[in-house]
C-alpha cells in the first residue's frame, strides 16, 4: 500500500532501550486519542508501567519518527508466550499525525511482523466510536466483531516464507540505517 509519509517521517522497530521514547510518545497523546488508544481513561502512572513493558519477550514495536521523536506506535504482543499463534495490534498516533497514512504504514509492519513470528491470528481492539480504527481494519480486510461497546478486528497473517523474512530483514536494516543518519544529521546541525 506504501502511502508517503508526512514531514519526512520514517518508520522502524523501536530498539531495545527505546522505551523512555514509547513512553514518552503516550504521555504526549491528547485526551482523546489516549481514551482511545487504551480504551478508557488511564492515569500517567499505568502508562509509565505499560511502556516499561516495551523490551520484554514477545513484543514487537514499530514506531514512527519525525526529526528523532517518536510521534506514533503500533505494538504487537502475543497473548500468553511469545510461541503464540495469536496476538494483539495496538496503535497510537499523536493527534498531528493522525489520518496522514502513519497507521497504514504501522500496520503494514506489524503485519509483516506478526506473519514472520507464526501469528495466525491479530486481533485490534477499539471502541465502537473509534472510526479510524475500523476504517484502518477494513483496509486490510479485517473481520469486524461489535461487543458491548468495543469492536474486535481479526486479520489473518499468512504464513511466513523466505521472502517475508527477508523483506523484514531488508526494512529493519533500512530503518536502522535511516535513523543512524537522522541522529547524525540533527548532531552536526547543533554543533
Same mark, same amino acid.
Given at each position: 500500500? &506504501? ?8 518508520? =522502524?522497530?523501536?530498539?531495545? %532501550? $527505546?522505551?523512555?521514547?514509547? /513512553? ?9 486519542? /489516549?481514551? *482511545? ?26 514506531? @514512527? @519518527?519525525?526529526?528523532?521523536?517518536? *510521534?506514533?506506535?503500533?505494538?504487537? /504482543?502475543?497473548? %500468553?508466550?511469545?510461541? +503464540? /499463534?495469536? !496476538?494483539?495490534?495496538? @496503535?497510537?498516533? #499523536?493527534?498531528?499525525? &493522525? ?13 509483516? +511482523?506478526? =506473519? ?14 473509534? =472510526?479510524?480504527?475500523? &476504517?484502518? !481494519?477494513?483496509?486490510? #480486510? ?7 461497546? +468495543?469492536?474486535?478486528?481479526?486479520? $489473518?497473517?499468512? *504464513?511466513?516464507?523466505?521472502? +517475508? ?20 544529521? *540533527?548532531? @552536526?546541525?547543533?554543533?
Amino acid at each position: 500500500m &506504501q502511502e508517503p509519509l508526512p514531514d519526512g517521517g520514517l518508520v =522502524r522497530k523501536l530498539w531495545l %532501550g $527505546e522505551a523512555d521514547a514509547y /513512553r514518552d510518545h503516550l504521555l504526549r497523546l491528547d485526551p482523546d486519542s /489516549r481514551h *482511545r488508544r487504551f480504551s478508557g481513561a488511564v492515569a500517567d502512572d499505568v502508562i509509565i508501567k505499560h511502556a516499561a513493558t516495551a523490551d520484554d519477550l514477545g513484543v514487537v514495536i514499530h514506531g @514512527f @519518527f519525525v526529526d528523532g521523536v517518536l *510521534r506514533g506506535a503500533a505494538e504487537l /504482543r502475543h497473548f %500468553g508466550d511469545m510461541y +503464540s /499463534r495469536q !496476538a494483539e495490534a495496538a @496503535f497510537s498516533i #499523536e493527534k498531528e499525525w &493522525q489520518s496522514h497514512g502513519v497507521g497504514t504504514a504501522l500496520l503494514e509492519r506489524t503485519l509483516l +511482523s506478526a =506473519r514472520n513470528r507464526g501469528v495466525k491470528s491479530l486481533q485490534m481492539n477499539c471502541l465502537a466510536d473509534n =472510526r479510524r480504527m475500523q &476504517q484502518l !481494519a477494513k483496509k486490510f #480486510e479485517a473481520d469486524l466483531k461489535f461487543d458491548f461497546g +468495543s469492536v474486535v478486528g481479526e486479520l $489473518e497473517a499468512p *504464513r511466513f516464507t523466505p521472502l +517475508s523474512v527477508m523483506r523484514e530483514a531488508v526494512e529493519d536494516a533500512h530503518g536502522m540505517t535511516s535513523a543512524w543518519l537522522d541522529a547524525s544529521s *540533527r548532531l @552536526f546541525k547543533t554543533a
